[in-house]
């Protein structure tokens, strides 16, 4: 016969239970709690890696400006943020994001209020710490976008034009572009008709989605703006500059020929610290796309973000530095700068679904994707002042196109793998997002400025660009009785020098890789302004 236990055995018994239940419970919504909090604290922190790239990008854009221009350019800076923030807070995060597009019918285009519930001017967003944090997350990238912009058109572009166009470009252009790519039912994530997030476009960073927008919306400007007419490329002994175009064509060896603008001695060391500054911003802004760290998954995907961020760009600057020493005995500083970057925005991409060996690859193959696309674009005449197109449109488009070869079918998980993998879908799809979103940026980018060019708005006149546009920010503030505190630190000044060198023969625009701006060559000191371009 069994005995049962007293009455009050099992009472209390019951109770330890329900204490132990209790405490499990609570010890579980604790350790969730904690969770959250990390992976908070570790978006906040990437994010903030992400705006302070755009230290780096003011530093990198003050290096390789005239420095007549020097101010100027850091206002632009400064106005990217500022803009961008507020237009990614009017529409574009609602853009970005959409509310409850899962339930419409043809959802995957663009993201749209849901009746009466927005995301617009942040209306209808929770007042939860994940989803604020979220938003200045994808600000920070928002606003990237613009500043790739702002490098390439320096020098000759209105004011009220790039801000304009800024204004565009963070409010609708990119966020568009945003919503295909990284939306839950963005028609690129979601393979189009297929809605499968598991056979659709793979953008785990951006190198298509922000870096892409931004180049071709920089190539566009560039094209319509023209070349710089009056770059400053040295003074005579009293001092007066003596201007040139930056293509020249000689009638003596009837080639075009290229002139480097005059700069001073810190212009190298403001590009190098801007260039290190973009580096150790790039671990938040890669890394910090898996949005969390606190499961042991994240950490992994993370872990391989940080390396394969490392290896990309130093795969890319030896391989360029290999290659220049094959062409000529030295290796500049500048071309490696620029091979870094590329190598990190194409490694963008990818960072978390390559093998450590594919990110070496990957930027090994950046340093001539560099390389060769910025000497095509001076072979036709296109004038990039920072090489922002040749590192952030190319460099991308060979990141996503590289995603689409060696994704890692270990990595990916159930999404289709890399071609090397035989996963031959997903370059199908990489191949459809370099040409959608070049297709989109480049469209409206040309719609914008060319409309601006029409309207008389869009370049600086030739007095203004002659003079640099922080000596004519200080004329217009005298001429108003305002103060220019900004701009008078950077005011030209007449430089005294020794007699000139003996006049030397004309030369060549080499194209040799090992030069900072791809074949670069100054003209000779005693040259003067003289526009040769045949009609």
Not at 302 to 331: E, F, H, M, Q, R
Request: net charge neutral.
């Amino acid at each position: 016969m069994i005995r049962r236990p007293p009455r009050s055995t099992l009472s209390s018994s019951s109770a330890a239970s329900d204490v132990y239940k209790k405490q499990y419970q609570r010890r579980v919504r604790e350790k969730a709690s904690n969770m959250a909090a990390t992976d908070l604290l570790f978006v906040y922190v990437a994010a903030v890696l992400v705006l302070f790239m755009h230290v780096g990008f003011s530093m990198l854009e003050v290096g390789t400006v005239q420095p007549k221009n020097r101010g100027p350019i850091l206002l632009k800076n400064v106005m990217c943020l500022a803009i961008g923030g507020i237009s990614w807070w009017a529409v574009g995060y609602l853009i970005a994001t959409g509310v409850n597009m899962s339930t419409r019918e043809n959802h995957g285009f663009i993201g749209t209020s849901d009746g009466d519930d927005t995301l617009a001017f942040l209306k209808d967003v929770d007042k939860s710490g994940d989803l604020y944090v979220g938003w200045f997350f994808g600000f920070a990238f928002a606003a990237t976008s613009a500043t790739i912009v702002s490098g390439a058109v320096a020098e000759r572009i209105q004011y009220r034009a790039f801000f304009i166009f800024a204004t565009i470009l963070t409010g609708f252009i990119y966020p568009v572009v945003a919503y295909w790519g990284w939306a839950s039912d963005g028609w690129l994530k979601v393979a189009g008709n297929k809605n499968d997030a598991n056979k659709g476009y793979l953008d785990f960073a951006g190198s298509g989605v922000v870096h892409m927008v931004g180049g071709s919306a920089a190539l566009v400007a560039i094209i319509v703006l023209g070349p710089r007419k009056f770059m400053t490329i040295d003074h005579t002994v009293d001092g007066k500059p003596i201007y040139a175009p930056r293509f020249e064509f000689h009638e003596d060896t009837k080639r075009w020929h290229m002139n480097t603008p005059h700069n001073d001695n810190s212009g190298l060391a403001f590009c190098a610290l801007g260039t290190l500054i973009l580096w150790v911003g790039w671990f938040g802004f890669n890394p910090g796309s898996q949005l969390a760290i606190s499961t042991t998954n994240d950490q992994k995907y993370v872990g391989l973000a940080v390396v394969n961020t490392t290896l990309g760009p130093c795969a890319s600057v030896v391989t360029y530095a290999i290659l220049a020493g094959i062409v000529k005995s030295n290796v500049d500083v500048s071309g490696c700068l620029n091979a870094a970057l590329t190598g990190l925005v194409a490694i963008t991409a990818n960072c978390n679904y390559t093998e450590p060996w594919a990110a070496v690859l990957i930027g090994a193959v950046a340093a001539p994707v560099y390389v060769g696309s910025s000497k095509l674009l001076k072979t036709l005449r296109i004038d990039d002042v920072i090489d922002a197109v040749p590192v952030h449109f190319f460099g991308g488009m060979w990141g996503v196109f590289s995603t689409g070869l060696l994704v890692s079918d270990d990595l990916a998980g159930s999404h289709d793998a890399g071609l090397f993998y035989d996963g031959s879908a997903l370059i199908g799809w990489q191949i459809c997002g370099i040409v959608a979103i070049t297709a989109w940026s480049a469209a409206f980018s040309f719609l914008c400025f060319y409309l601006m060019n029409l309207a008389g708005i869009l370049r600086v006149s030739d007095t203004e660009e002659m003079k640099g546009m922080a000596l004519m920010m200080q004329e217009w503030a005298e001429a108003n009785n305002e103060s220019a505190d900004l701009t008078t630190a950077h005011r030209p000044k007449p430089m005294v020098r020794l007699p000139p060198s003996p006049r030397l023969p004309p030369q060549q625009q080499t194209g040799d890789i090992e030069d900072g701006e791809s074949g670069a060559v100054k003209l000779p000191m005693e040259v003067t302004m003289v526009n040769k371009a045949p009609s």
